[in-house]
């Protein structure tokens, strides 16, 4: 039931863009987006609804594919503040608060 | 306004011993969720409590139990500690469920 992350580590220069993908086995019904830095608590990065959507803010933004059960994390003209890990939570019924996180993916970017 | 509070921030326990943690989420939100945070698991979901009823529970032991008060804070109970339960414990709030969780720095907790 646990989301799958690929890829589980990425290393970037400054610049760069960057794809995370978050796959379930179940059908969603939302997936957030998380990013946590080291020895600090996740911070929310954005929510989709299941409907095909896609949202964004700055250079971050996000596609929720429904019929492939999937959502995707689009990082473009990465910084160096964007290094953390990034964690997808998947909800898979339209009423409970059962967020479900995959493994994460570590992502560094360099200098 | 301030964050989601945890306390305490560390704690040492020993093999047998039973620990509480504490959380109490941003004033108005309704909804506590806890996670168990390990470098191999990653994010593994404990429960969701909304106005003082547990929603939903994860795959833990028995051992692992929780409450939340009128006032939305929130305690977890862990009895009979083992040494794999060394580990970060998140707590997060929101509005209601379904809605932006906001972390709280956590509880780590280590059982020797």
């Known amino acids: 039931q646990q989301p799958v992350q690929s890829p589980q580590a990425v290393i970037l220069r400054e610049g760069e863009d960057a794809v995370i993908n978050c796959s379930s086995s179940?059908?969603?019904?939302?997936v957030h987006w998380y990013r946590q830095k080291h020895g600090e608590a996740p911070i929310f990065l954005m929510i989709?609804?299941?409907?095909?959507e896609q949202k964004g803010h700055d250079k971050i933004s996000a596609s929720f594919n429904e019929k492939k059960q999937q959502s995707s994390l689009y990082l473009t003209a990465s910084q160096l503040s964007y290094s953390g890990t990034y964690f997808c939570?998947?909800?898979?019924?339209?009423?409970?608060?059962?967020?479900?996180f995959g493994q994460g993916t570590t992502l560094q970017v360099k200098p | 306004k301030a964050g989601v509070t945890q306390t305490p921030r560390y704690l040492i326990k020993t093999r047998g011993q039973q620990v509480t943690l504490s959380c109490s989420p941003i004033?108005?939100?309704?909804?506590v969720s806890w996670y168990q945070q390990t470098p191999g698991q990653g994010l593994q979901f404990l429960f969701e409590?909304?106005?003082?009823?547990?929603?939903n529970k994860g795959n833990f032991p028995g051992r692992f139990s929780g409450r939340q008060f009128s006032n939305s804070r929130s305690e977890m109970n862990v009895s009979t500690l083992e040494l794999g339960d060394s580990a970060l414990y998140l707590c997060?709030?929101?509005?209601?469920?379904?809605?932006?969780?906001?972390f709280g720095s956590g509880t780590q907790l280590s059982v020797l």
């Open positions: 179940k059908a969603l019904y939302s």
């Open positions: 939570g998947t909800d898979h019924s339209s009423n409970t608060g059962k967020l479900i």
């Open positions: 989709l609804l299941k409907g095909g």
């Open positions: 997060a709030s929101s509005l209601i469920f379904r809605e932006k969780l906001f």
């Open positions: 004033s108005g939100h309704r909804s």
């Open positions: 409590y909304f106005s003082e009823t547990q929603r």
